[in-house]
């Protein structure tokens, strides 16, 4: 199954709402979970189920979806926001990501 | 607090063998199915292999080709990758993750180690 994010890349400022969407190849149900990535550390977890909170994140993250298209949404955008976020299908092996989006400050 | 420590990383040549291993801490382990996820240089992320809490079930991304063998011993907390045939390609930090026994999620991920093929 293939993911497909977009925008690749995106700038916003710091208090805008951004909305980053991954689209699968086939239906996956709710089967999607997003992760943030900074650079130089591992990803980290923000939703799992397309849209359950995973523990400790700020509330500003959410997701919605179900069978081919889903989108995290932040907002309010956080100056410690800023990195790449990666989906990923957790509904058939082998499990994929897609290709990230690099969130940058305008 | 849930630690992961990967190491074995290094340099080695196309066409020899590594062995990764994970060092767990903090959960219990044989509670959880573990996966290898890594990522190459300035590149996004790929699944390499999951193993469930007792092996009986594994699964590998298809770029392996029988190259890669993941293992665990749960007496030890411990999780391993053996990678054969390495590849220039199969150079990437290698990420130990913890499944989060919800939906294949990956709810803790070890710092990485960095394998490098290359004549």
């Known amino acids: 199954i293939q993911l497909t994010q977009s925008p690749s890349s995106l700038s916003a400022s710091v208090g805008d709402r951004v909305t980053i969407t991954c689209r699968a190849s086939?239906?996956?149900?709710?089967?999607l979970a997003w992760y943030q990535q900074k650079p130089g550390k591992a990803p980290k977890l923000l939703i799992y189920?397309?849209?359950t909170l995973q523990s400790g994140v700020p509330s500003r993250f959410s997701g919605s979806g179900f069978g081919t298209d889903f989108i995290l949404t932040i907002s309010s955008l956080q100056p410690e926001d800023f990195a790449t976020y990666y989906c990923?299908?957790?509904?058939?092996?082998?499990?994929?990501f897609g290709g990230g989006t690099k969130v940058e400050i305008k | 607090e849930v630690q992961l420590v990967e190491s074995g990383g290094g340099l080695v040549q196309p066409g020899r063998s590594l062995r990764l291993s994970c060092a767990a801490s903090?959960?219990?382990?044989?509670?959880?199915?573990m996966h290898w996820v890594r990522q190459a240089p300035g590149k996004g992320l790929e699944w390499v292999s999951s193993?469930?809490?007792?092996?009986?079930?594994?699964g590998y991304g298809d770029f392996v080709k029988g190259r890669f063998t993941v293992s665990r011993d749960n007496a030890k907390n411990s999780l391993y990758l053996q990678m054969d045939s390495l590849r220039v390609e199969d150079t990437a930090f290698y990420y130990c993750?913890?499944?989060?026994?919800?939906?294949?999620?990956?709810?803790?991920w070890g710092q990485g180690t960095l394998v490098t093929v290359s004549s």
């Open positions: 086939q239906g996956i149900r709710s089967s």
């Open positions: 990923q299908q957790l509904d058939t092996y082998p499990l994929t």
């Open positions: 993750v913890k499944d989060s026994a919800l939906d294949l999620s990956l709810d803790y």
């Open positions: 903090g959960f219990t382990f044989d509670d959880f199915a």
């Open positions: 189920a397309a849209s």
């Open positions: 193993i469930s809490r007792n092996s009986g079930s594994i």
